[in-house]
Structures are given as structure tokens and as C-alpha cells.
């Protein structure tokens, strides 16, 4: 019996060590650091996603206001709390926000976010009223992250800021400095790519049919199969060329294809875009977010029906053949986030909380998971590693 037993925890740990896992967060319920979990309903904090400043070893969770949170972006600091299920503390002037998904940090060290204006709830309208959505920046070099930028985007270009999904930020020059920045934000209920112009305090909105649904998507949760319907739904950024462009990466909620189109077409107000399609990765592979590496020259998706994290290096053709898994788990219940920082640490969040109507999730286990890999040992021995 022994000798089994030993047998069984060296098979698992083998599992652990095969994924390169180096640093993993598993919560129940998302609860706040000063705040008494009795002064709200702890089942309401629904994280979607994060960014992690490798420079301050600091961790930015978003908490939408789904339903009535204490605040809507927090931080975590690693250093402090290296794993485990830790309290999330909040953002400096995070009392001022009202609904964040998604956090970004650029190559100049400035946490963008991008406020929707709205809740989804009821009961709240006077403590939040409705405003329109707005692009944020803030500072993380200075104490207390000032807020450095602040973009309302026009209601005609943000269309339904409820269809938010991804957004990325393009920094054209960063040798130089950091005033010539666009951020891309996708809309996957409108189809649409909003793009801001930071220097010119500009915005508009691109519109093409590569930004639409697919097909039906088929989530399938608790054994029940539910269709989704999402247009393009994540964006990342590839390597940056002697002019200030890059390729710029979508795909949609809704489907199996990956795109890119050059960020010059993008920069351009009025301009005409013709996204290139690379190629499918395969059946079961949608993916709600998308994240570049540009020391390994790989793609990551983070897939939310098969619960796997997988890749394909851009210096490949694009197709099922070419994509690999690094990462594979049943209890990484629909995965909403993932990107690379600055030391090439990839990062990927789930937080088991489907959109379907009338969820029921049980509390008995964690649901929110974030973990972290090394982009080079996560793809050693598979597909996406291209040996020079």
C-alpha cells in the first residue's frame, strides 16, 4: 500500500511539474483586505481580469459590478502573498471607478483601464449613475499611481460599452517616449474595433465582417450545452517595425480563425482596413483572449470551452497541426484572461463563471484561478518552440 501511494504522488506531482506551473492563486470567493466579508454578499465579487507589473511585483485584479462590490479594481502584491487564496486590497482611487473588466500595462509602465459608466444591476442608479465609458491611465512609477490620462470615448464610437472585450495598448515609439500611443478596444456585441488616438484625444470606430460571430459557439457547463454568440473578443499586439507598426492579432468569441492586420491601417481615422486570415486552430478551440510573446515569437489562447491554455508560434502557418497545449484542466472553468509581462511570465486567469442565465455555482472549491509559467519552459518539447 505504500508503496502505491508513493507511486500515485509521484505521478501527480509529475502532472504539476509538466505544466511548468511557478506560481498559482486559487480563491473560493473573492473577498477585500479592511473590508468585514459580512458587510456584503462575498458571492457577488466575480473577477474577469488582471494585469501583473513584474517591476513592483504588484497584481491588478478587476471586480465589474456585476452585482454590488465593494470597488471594481484592486491590487494584490506577490511579494507579500506568494500564492494561496490572499485578500485583494483596493486600487488608489479605485472608489471613483464605476465598472472595470480588464486591466492593461504598457512598455512605459502605465496601468490603462477602460471604464464601461454602467452597472448591471438594479437598486444602484443614484450611487453610480450611467456615464459613458472612458479609457483611464495611471502612473505605476509614482506613489499612489496618479491618474495621468482620462479619454470619455463619444457614445456613437463606444456603441454598447457592456460589449467591451479586450483592449490593447500600442505604445509606437517607446525608445523615445510614450506620447504617440493608440489603445484598440474590441466589441463584440457591436462587431466593432474602437481605436483612440492618446496624443490627438481622438476615437473612432472600425467595422468589418471578419469582427463578426463565426458560428454558434457551444459552451457546455454542468453537462448542459449552452450557445454562445460573440463577435471579435481579444487582440494582441506582435513585434514593432522600423515605422512604428505592428501586426495587431483579433479573434472572435464566436469562432475558431485567427486574424491580423497592420496597426498602420488601424491608425488611420476614415482609413480602409483588409485583415489577413492566418489559418483555423482547430474544432473546440474558441477562445475569449489572446496574448504575444516576443521572446518566443508565440501566440497564447486561453480556450474557455476545452479549459486548456494553448499555442502556435507566429513563425509557423496557422493550423491544428501547428497548435499545441500547455496547459489542460478540468477545474479551470472558463478562462477569461491571460498576457505576458515584461519578464516574459505568462499569466492566465479563470474565474468559473460562464455567462449563461441563472448559473449555479457551489462554493466547496476554488473557482477563481490565476497562474503563472515561464513562456520558454511552457512550450519547451512541444509544437510552438522553434529551435534557431
Known amino acids: 500500500m505504500k508503496i502505491f501511494l508513493c507511486l500515485i504522488a509521484v505521478i501527480s506531482l509529475q502532472g504539476v511539474l ?7 492563486y486559487a480563491w473560493k470567493n473573492i473577498i477585500y483586505e479592511g473590508i468585514d466579508p459580512a ?11 488582471f494585469a501583473h507589473d513584474a517591476a513592483s511585483k504588484k497584481i491588478f485584479i478587476t471586480v465589474p459590478r456585476l452585482n454590488p462590490v465593494p470597488f471594481t479594481l484592486t491590487e494584490l502584491d506577490i511579494s507579500k502573498h506568494p500564492g494561496g ?56 512609477t509614482k506613489a499612489n499611481y496618479p ?16 460589449g467591451f472585450g479586450g483592449f490593447t495598448v500600442d505604445v509606437t515609439n517607446p525608445k523615445e517616449g ?25 476615437s473612432w470606430k472600425i467595422s468589418h465582417g471578419s469582427f463578426k460571430p463565426e458560428h454558434d459557439s457551444i459552451l457546455i457547463h454542468d453537462g448542459a450545452q449552452h450557445i454562445l454568440k460573440l463577435g471579435i473578443f481579444g487582440i494582441t499586439l506582435g513585434d514593432l517595425d522600423a515605422e512604428g507598426n505592428r501586426p495587431a492579432y483579433f479573434l472572435g ?13 488601424l491608425k488611420k481615422k476614415n482609413g480602409q482596413i483588409e485583415p489577413i486570415p492566418l489559418g483555423d486552430r482547430g474544432s473546440n478551440s474558441e477562445a475569449l483572449a489572446l496574448a504575444y510573446d516576443p521572446k518566443t515569437k508565440v501566440i497564447f489562447f486561453i480556450e474557455y470551452n476545452s479549459k486548456r491554455i494553448s499555442c502556435w ?6 493550423n491544428h497541426e501547428n497548435i499545441d497545449v500547455i496547459y489542460d484542466n478540468p477545474d479551470f472553468i472558463f478562462g477569461t484572461d491571460i498576457s505576458v509581462d515584461s519578464e516574459s511570465k505568462l499569466w492566465f486567469f479563470s474565474n468559473g463563471h460562464p455567462p449563461i442565465e441563472n448559473v449555479q455555482l457551489t462554493h466547496d472549491k476554488p473557482h477563481f484561478r490565476l497562474i503563472s509559467m515561464d513562456t520558454e519552459k511552457s512550450i519547451h518539447g512541444t509544437k510552438c518552440e522553434v529551435k534557431s
Open 18 to 24: 509538466a505544466y511548468h506551473i511557478e506560481r498559482e
Open 39 to 49: 458587510s456584503y454578499n462575498v458571492k457577488n465579487g466575480i473577477a474577469t481580469g
Open 85 to 140: 487564496s490572499p485578500p485583494l486590497s483596493k486600487f488608489p482611487g479605485g472608489d471613483k471607478l464605476i465598472s472595470v473588466y480588464q486591466p492593461v500595462i504598457d512598455e512605459c509602465r502605465r496601468l490603462w483601464i477602460v471604464d464601461v459608466g454602467q452597472v448591471e444591476y438594479k437598486d444602484d442608479e443614484q450611487k453610480f449613475p450611467k456615464q459613458n465609458a472612458a479609457i483611464i491611465a495611471y502612473d505605476l
Open 147 to 162: 491618474e495621468i490620462d482620462r479619454y470619455e470615448i463619444p457614445s456613437n464610437v463606444a456603441g454598447d460599452s457592456l
Open 178 to 202: 510614450c506620447a504617440k500611443t493608440f489603445v484598440y478596444i474590441a466589441n463584440f456585441v457591436d462587431n466593432a474595433l474602437i481605436v483612440y488616438d492618446q496624443e490627438k484625444k481622438d
Open 253 to 265: 468569441g464566436s469562432s475558431t480563425k485567427l486574424f491580423k492586420v497592420n496597426t498602420k491601417d
Open 313 to 318: 508560434n507566429t513563425q509557423n502557418s496557422l
